[in-house]
């Protein structure tokens, strides 16, 4: 009997196993597991296939690397004026849609939000306002243009060097400064440095030897600290150490360099960045309407004033007003100095004359070429800044 009841439970097992298997492949056949996901597909809120679409496509086109490979070319380029590439505004996503739900979004905005972002004429400062500033631009930061204008000119007037600081300088003279400088400029073209680089420069070496007596052994090694220190708080990517200890043809290690930094910043009070000539071009040059030669001529003849220390009387915006009112004058502008350049310069024609005519005198003697000094006429000489040196004024 027990035998014959094991063999019945055996049987029945068997039985049930068997009627299990075949309902699951009842089940399979039937498609069931195709229709669960496809109810997934459909109704769950991951079941949009444009999504997966998007994420792979941007995966395996990575726009944002090319961009990225393209912004750093090199340690020593000029990466600012690099823009990324047009393909970051084309591809799959404007063809799944994306792109005009965006701007469809926008077309709903209230048009009459537009002539609000415009401020009226009676609202603007009458001084330090520069109505050239484009405003649909965010980065120009249109708005604040005033306020930072005329904070610029509050405070240009106290990081200034003494202009009679040569006369304490007992091994060193204002000539071996201008010949400092005018190697530093080379330099400068070398390793494609901004321009806020070189006036910030040329205003930390004339600081520090206000301060600090210097022998003309040690001369060199000040200018190659300037620009060090001027660069870092300036470029994007700035010369490394060793780029900087390489160009004075090793004369100096780099804990010369180091060892000047520290003592450099000491003397300062760590009061690196203040205004220089360089803040005050764009908005000035803007306000006289200037095309890009005379851009060109305005940066020739304020290089040109910083080989010589008699512009160190001059306040850096009189610098720039200065050298825009003689470019005026060597363009054949019939209004050499009008109104709106007196509001916005702050200073009037007869005031400026006195630092004009010493521009005028730097220029005819770069113009006849018998100057020791020729880093600025070979700087001004390239096509790329349309030759101005080599014009006939």
């Known amino acids: 009997m027990a035998l014959q009841y094991r063999q019945a439970r055996r049987s029945e ?21 195709t229709g669960l996901r496809s109810a997934r597909g459909v109704n769950a809120e991951n079941g949009n296939p444009h999504v997966m679409t998007s994420a792979t496509t941007a995966k395996n086109s990575r726009p944002l690397y090319a961009y990225a490979s393209a912004r750093h070319p090199g340690a020593l380029a000029d990466i600012t004026n690099v823009s990324g590439p047009k393909t970051l505004h084309t591809g799959h996503l404007d063809k799944a849609g994306h792109l005009d739900k965006v701007k469809h979004f926008k077309q709903l ?27 649909s631009n965010v980065q120009n930061a249109a708005e604040y243009v005033p306020d930072i204008y005329g904070n610029l000119f509050q405070e240009e007037s106290s990081f200034l060097p003494r202009p009679n600081y040569m006369d304490s300088q007992t091994d060193i003279s204002a000539k071996m400064r201008g010949i400092l400088i005018d190697w530093l400029i080379e330099v400068h073209m070398k390793y494609r440095l901004r321009l806020e680089t070189l006036h910030l420069t040329v205003n930390l070496i004339d600081r520090y030897l206000t301060r600090m007596p210097v022998v003309r052994k040690r001369l060199q090694l000040v200018g190659v600290v300037a620009m060090f220190v001027a660069a870092k708080f300036e470029e994007i990517h700035p010369p490394a150490l060793r780029d900087f200890v390489h160009i004075t043809d090793n004369a100096y290690t780099k804990e010369d360099v180091l060892v000047m930094e520290c003592t450099m910043l000491t003397t300062l009070n760590f009061q690196v960045m203040v205004p220089t000539a360089s803040q005050f071009c764009d908005g000035l040059m803007k306000a006289n309407g200037c095309d890009q030669v005379h851009r060109e001529v305005v940066h020739y ?27 005026n004058e060597l363009l054949g502008r019939s209004q050499v100095w009008p109104s709106s350049m007196v509001q916005h310069s ?36 390239d096509s790329r800044r349309h030759s101005v040196a080599t014009r006939a004024f």
Do not use: W
């Open 13 to 33: 097992s068997a039985a049930c196993r068997a009627s299990s298997l075949g309902a699951r492949t009842s089940f399979r056949a039937q498609g069931t597991s």
């Open 301 to 327: 003849l304020l290089d040109l004033g910083l080989l010589d220390i008699r512009m160190l009387q001059y306040v850096p915006s009189h610098n720039v007003s200065a050298a825009i009112l003689l470019s």
């Open 109 to 135: 905005q209230p048009p009459q939000e537009q002539p609000a972002a415009e401020p009226a004429p009676q609202e603007r400062s009458a001084v330090g306002t520069f109505e050239d500033y484009d405003k």
């Open 346 to 381: 702050r200073r009037t024609e007869p005031a400026l004359r006195g630092c004009v005519e010493v521009l005028r005198q730097l220029l005819k003697a770069d113009q006849s070429g018998t100057g020791q000094l020729q880093a600025v006429r070979k700087k001004f000489s």
